[in-house]
């Protein structure tokens, strides 16, 4: 039951995780922006110049305007930038648009960052969604790692669970033989090991979800004071009832699983 809970808590733990690292991505703007930063010696003519020529583009939603002035000022307010800002003695900070685009797909946002740039007094134009793309690409290859684990661990229980109720039949043998001399069917013989089973099967997900609120709750004690000092709440979300019954179901069809295959294969052997 101990190996069933440790092994299910590896990749009950890590399903959490990312549930929560997504509901954190989830709240963030997946809005497909570009940037578009002027070149530093563009006047406020070759500025209003860029607008115009973005403001025409069909293929943008929304244009915001970003003077250097605004920028600095934003960036003066962050802790600690205002003295390394004043040592400058001049503003580093270029004028800016910032746009959302009517379509997000790769293709469409590189194509139109392309075709940006080609303006005159244009430095730097950036896609502000790749970050999400890449969370999301991520996070789709962490939950097919999640997947590969847990059907690794999975075959590896249902061979513990094989053995365990080998070596219960075994240690049985000759009860079953005498059992079935005085008419006892095979049903009624295999009955009490898929019980076995699955009740170490149950009890192996409920130490599984021990470990995983115990090692969730020892996490946010150290993630806590991080998320604090980003002004964010986050937290690690524990197993839900949903989530807590679906891991038991997990592991009491393992351990059934195992108890099958098992029972099934000791009894031939007896047939033979």
């Not at 989830?26 to 922006?33: F, N």
């Not at 379509?103 to 790749?130: F, H």
């Not at 053995?163 to 043998?173: A, G, S, V, Y």
């Not at 009890?203 to 964010?232: D, K």
Request: charged share 20%; proline share 4%; hydrophobic share 55%.
């Amino acid at each position: 039951m101990i190996v069933i809970g440790v092994a299910l808590s590896l990749p009950a733990g890590g399903y959490l995780a990312l549930d929560s690292l997504r509901t954190v991505g989830a709240r963030m703007t997946l809005a497909p922006q570009l940037s578009v930063f002027l070149r530093p010696e563009a006047r406020r003519a070759d500025a209003d110049a860029v607008g115009a020529a973005v403001r025409a583009d069909p293929r943008i939603a929304r244009v915001r305007f970003i003077p250097r002035e605004q920028a600095l000022k934003d960036l003066s307010s962050v802790q600690g930038m205002s003295d390394i800002l004043a040592a400058l003695g001049r503003n580093p900070l270029p004028d800016a648009y910032l746009l959302e685009a009517r379509d997000g797909s790769p293709a469409a946002l590189d194509a139109l960052a392309r075709d940006l740039a080609k303006i005159a007094n244009v430095a730097r134009v950036e896609a502000d969604s790749d970050w999400a793309r890449r969370l999301g690409a991520l996070a789709a290859i962490l939950r097919s790692v999640l997947w590969l684990l847990a059907g690794l661990l999975a075959i590896g229980l249902i061979a513990v669970t094989f053995n365990t109720i080998r070596l219960q039949i075994l240690t049985q043998r000759e009860e079953i033989e005498v059992s079935r001399l005085i008419g006892a069917t095979d049903a009624f013989i295999r009955r009490p090991f898929y019980y076995l089973g699955l009740v170490q099967g149950l009890a192996g997900g409920i130490i599984a979800l021990a470990i995983v609120a115990a090692g969730l709750a020892l996490l946010n004690r150290e993630v806590a004071p991080l998320s604090e000092s980003y002004g964010s709440a986050f937290r690690f979300a524990f197993p839900g009832i949903g989530d807590a019954l679906a891991l038991l179901a997990f592991s009491g069809v393992i351990g059934w699983l195992g108890a099958y295959l098992s029972v099934s294969q000791q009894l031939r052997q007896m047939d033979g």
